[in-house]
């Protein structure tokens, strides 16, 4: 069986962000990127898979040159091939322009499923990984918490309110997964893992390998587009109330009425 | 059978040889079960190695650091002196007319019988008082699972010792009254014990005598004998394995860790996970062990039930190296191979069926164990060797220790806030960075709590304003700083460490800096020990000995007058790792009206606070109290104003430890810095 992780690098969520100087984007100088997260749990339902029944996994990425680093994280783990295509084109394209990027490469890959998160936490648009499915047609099942393959099929679970939803899909599929860390606890890499990683074989591609063009796929043909970004306001301090139980109690009333204006 | 004549001598020699033949052969055993291991140099510095056995074997300096160990000391030296006596013993069985006066003369010799007497007698002493030890007081220490057989092996070496001074005396006896009146004959009178016990014999023949003198030359030299084999399979092991332990013990800085070849391309395993993977002296360790569980009476973690005793675990790795060493010395020998029993101690895990996950896991790196180690096992870098093999080779180990390498990893720091803010607790400080001036003095390496932390970030502060007002000339590195590594190599991740380590010393020598100083123990003890393994050559300094050497050089003097007892715990890291007692408390005797009180457990029996070797990281779910309570408790005895810290970890744990007592608005925790930057500045204010 071969199995295909979608992987984005995305900036590590502890990173102070700062909105760059067009006032649309972020200063990329001070970031620590990373693997997002949501695809961390991906890569790692994909392992789980391959230490059970046995898959090949490969990891298929776009991204500068840095994203290698994020590609060889996954192959450290336990992945056995990389895929990155690298193009400068691809700069500025949106997710649909992303998803054909990823949907083209796919056809030069063999796989039975596709895994990737069900959203990147940088710009959190929850679109990629279904739109993949779509352009490769391919069924999509989402916010997956758990995979087993058997018989032809795929079965995710899927945490709705309260209880939790089983479904199965035909192979070839595509899963997005959800989740948290401590759900997936996704393996810590061996060091023999991050040695051998270091000599898999990872495949750099661009636009023209896939057979696309810029203004297919990149800002040109961007159909959504960031106009402008700005900062949370910043939080007020938080109040220390002085004083004994009964001389806060009266202090907190007084200023949730007359400053909070809620009672 | 009289001993020295014709056939009794010829009958002597053979059981003489037989006895050392035997021992002999058993000791080479071990000595190649000890071969199995793999090298490690512990050949240089002779002249510091032997006086560390005229010290600790000879003085038996470590101890006697007990009452106890006066029992030790002269039976050590008994043992000594009658090994002395058994030269002349068993020259007499080759022949009879062998006598030491023949030599010696007659003056040395008397002297040497009553040094004989006075320390059998002592023996004798001791060997009472060690009984009632064992019997009457029973101390914890000496507790053991199978407390039958321990309880046994006990008693046959000391009733062997008991049985063959008696017979000593006995024979001794006979022959003093033999040596009456005959010309060729001579008895040293000094010997008065011996004369002494010549009453026993009193109104016998010369026949009678002479009986009585060979039972108890028998029976005194096959008892030598006997305990001779019995040695090697007993306790008492630790009189071959101490010596050559003292001897090779790490003469360098305690508890430093072995830099491992990451590099190796041909290495398919890393850290430790088979008993002959140890080196050989680490295996030494193991002979050395008497069984005394003075590391145990000292463990935090044993004294706070959790699942790690040192005593026990040195105990299991010294039965499995012997019982699995024999069967792989017969596996190199042939093909023997198939025959070995497969459900024994070949198939047995170090980790998990010698060792357990706990076990390792809960150790906190205080080093308590080797500090009272009287044969200096290095206990600490086992527990790191067999985590390195869990953390490097099976990414095995708790979900949030996982979570606080990526930290590391991503941010280079343990709580995985944003590295660029590292340096963001100076902003409105009057601090520069190395980047803005890099001709200062010293580096102020603040470390990851210093940086990060809330409550140690008021450390920095405090620092910052004793070395402005000391006039210092210093910076920081700013957002450009990161992690020593210190906590991630003691978790047994290695390749994390030496990434940290090779990142920053890149950093801090691109602005030529010579010397540091910093507030936190534990990177102290890293860049100061383990760092020059990557090439770093600086001064460093704990601020507790920079600011005593600023105080006595006048350049801080403290105005203020503190009226406050205050209770001081020394740090691990600081005390035992690095011999930094007297100049905290140099420090606080500085500071008029402060009163300095001391636990119980302090300066080298200071009891860790619960954080060190990754323990800060991890919960605290096993035993009957947490660490950190336990050691609160200790101080709140004393009935404090003031904890006195001085590192970030140890702030972090008593102001943890007081919350859960409810005593944290009665008892405040302080790092020196901070009480002395107190003192010296706020009169100007």
Known sequence: MNIVVLVKQVPDTET???????????????????????????????????????????????????????????????????????????????????????????????????????????????????????????????????????????????????????????????????????????????????????????????????????????????????????????????????????????????????????? | MQPGYFPANVLFILIFVAANAFFLFTAYKLYRILRLGKPEDRFDRTSERIKSVVTFVLGQRRVIREPAGWGHFFIFWGFVIITIGSIETF?????????????????LTNVLYLLQDLFCTAVVVALCVALYRRFVVKPERLRYEDQKATNQDACIIIGLILVLILLLFGARAAEYLLAQGEANRYFPRLAFVSVAFSRLFAGLTKEG????????????????????????????????????????????????????DLEDETAETYGISTIEEFTWKQLLDLYACTECGRCSDNCPATLTGKPLSPKLTIHHLKEHLQAKGKMLLAQQGAAEAASVNPEGELVKALIGDICQHDELWSCTTCGNCMEHCPVFIEHVDKYVDMRRYLVLMESNFSPEVQNVMRNWETNSNPWGLGFATRGDWAEGLPVKTLAEDSQVEYLYYVGCAGSFDERAKKISSALVTLLNEAGVSFGILGAEEKCCGETARRLGNEYLFQSMATELVEIINSYGVKKIITACPHGYNSLKNEYPQFGAKWEVYHHSEFLATLLRDGQLQPQQTMNKNLVFHDSCYLGRYNDLYEEPRTLLKSIRGLKLSEMERSRNKSFCCGAGGGRMWMEETLGDQKINDARTDQALKLEPDIIGVCCPFCTTMFEDGLKTCDMDEEVKVYDIAEILAETVTSEKE
């Open chain 1, 16 to 263: 102070k962000i700062k909105i760059g100087a067009d006032g649309k984007s972020i200063e990329t100088s001070e970031i620590k990127w990373v693997m997002n997260p949501y695809d961390e749990y991906a890569v790692e339902a994909a392992l789980r898979l391959q230490d059970s029944v046995g898959a090949s996994v490969t990891i298929l990425s776009m991204g500068p040159e840095r994203t290698v680093e994020s590609i060889r994280t996954a192959l450290a783990m336990g992945a056995d091939t990389g895929v990155l295509v690298d193009d400068p084109a691809t700069e500025g394209s949106d997710g649909l322009g992303k998803a054909k990027v990823l949907a083209a490469a796919l056809k030069s890959l063999e796989f039975d499923l596709v895994f990737c998160g069900h959203r990147a936490v940088d710009s959190d648009e929850n679109q990629v990984g279904i739109m993949v499915a779509e352009l490769a047609g391919i069924p999509h099942l989402g916010l997956a918490v758990s995979a087993e393959v058997t018989d032809g099929k795929v079965k995710v679970q899927r945490p709705i309110e309260g209880a939790k939803v089983t479904m199965e899909a035909i192979l070839p599929a595509l899963v997005t997964f959800g989740g948290a860390h401590a759900v997936w606890n996704p393996r810590y890499a061996s060091l023999p893992g991050i040695m051998k990683a270091k000599k898999k074989p990872l495949e750099t591609k661009t636009l023209a390998d896939l057979g696309l063009s810029a203004d297919e796929v990149g800002a040109q043909a961007a159909k959504v587009s960031v106009t402008a970004m700005e900062m949370p306001q910043e939080r007020q301090p938080g109040r220390k109330l002085e004083g004994d139980t009964v001389e806060k109690a009266k202090e907190l009333t007084r200023l949730l009425h007359e400053e909070a204006k809620v009672i």
């Open chain 2, 91 to 107: 020259g007499v069985g080759i022949y009879h007319g062998f006598a030491y006066w023949k030599f010696l003369g007659k003056g």
């Open chain 2, 209 to 260: 005598l002479q009986a009585w003198y060979s039972i108890c030359w028998w029976g005194h030299t096959v008892v030598i004998l006997g305990f001779l084999i019995y040695i090697p399979f007993s306790k008492h092991l630790h009189l071959l394995g101490a010596i050559p332990n003292v001897f090779f013990r790490r003469l360098g800085s305690v508890g430093e860790l072995s830099k491992m």
